[in-house]
């Protein structure tokens, strides 16, 4: 089998869309580093949630924020709430929503990788997010608050993107809880 083609294809499909997507991600990176930060700097809890296929983004996101993207820094306090390993996502669901029920509390934030989630399982982790006051920010899959989403796009495209976002947002966040990096 010549994988060229099919490679090549997906590489063409995702960097005409994530470069049509560059203004909305912009925005709301840019407002999803300002809530990140805010909670960082008055001492509230960051959560960076994903199950399944999401975990990745998650993982990488909390990874960079307590090891650093651009300087030699202190680490910066986020808990994740990751799990790829889950027998089923309701499972998932059932354990994050736990987790925000004992952990979350008003003014803390979550970044919420979505792009695998149904719109009934955003609906649960919502329930939680309200019930706590915490301030969501949902990549991958519309939800209430932030969201970024593209409803056209494949779930390959979605992940793929949200893992880009991730980085991007460790070093968004860096920034606004440090300053710019001299050069």
């Given at each position: ?6 490679i ?5 499909r ?5 470069s049509l ?10 407002a999803a580093?300002d809530?990140?930060s ?6 509230k809890?960051?959560f ?8 990745a983004s998650?993982?990488?996101?909390t990874s960079?924020l307590?090891n650093g993207?651009?300087r ?7 808990l994740?709430?990751?799990?790829y390993?889950?027998g ?12 925000l029920?004992?952990?979350g509390?008003?003014?803390?934030a ?9 719109q009934?399982e955003?609906?649960?982790i919502?329930?939680?997010?309200e ?6 920010v949902w990549l991958?899959h519309?939800?209430p608050?932030l969201?970024l ?5 494949s ?5 793929t993107?949200?893992?880009?976002i991730?980085i991007?947002?460790a ?5 606004n ?7």
């Amino acid at each position: 089998m010549d994988a060229y083609p099919l490679i090549a294809n997906f590489f063409h499909r995702y960097i005409e869309s994530a470069s049509l997507a560059v203004d909305d991600v912009a925005e709301i990176a840019g407002a999803a580093a300002d809530v990140a930060s805010q909670a960082i700097l008055t001492e509230k809890k960051l959560f960076s949630i994903g199950l399944g296929a999401d975990a990745a983004s998650a993982i990488v996101l909390t990874s960079l924020l307590q090891n650093g993207v651009l300087r030699e820094r202190p680490s910066l306090p986020v808990l994740e709430l990751a799990e790829y390993r889950i027998g089923s996502v309701q499972t998932g669901i059932m354990w994050v929503t736990q987790q925000l029920q004992a952990l979350g509390q008003a003014g803390d934030a979550a970044i919420i990788f979505a792009a695998n989630l149904s719109q009934s399982e955003v609906q649960r982790i919502q329930v939680a997010i309200e019930q706590r006051q915490v301030n969501a920010v949902w990549l991958g899959h519309n939800g209430p608050g932030l969201s970024l989403h593209s409803e056209e796009a494949s779930v390959e495209y979605r992940l793929t993107l949200n893992h880009a976002i991730a980085i991007c947002l460790a070093r968004l966040i860096e920034t606004n809880t440090f300053g710019p990096v001299e050069d």
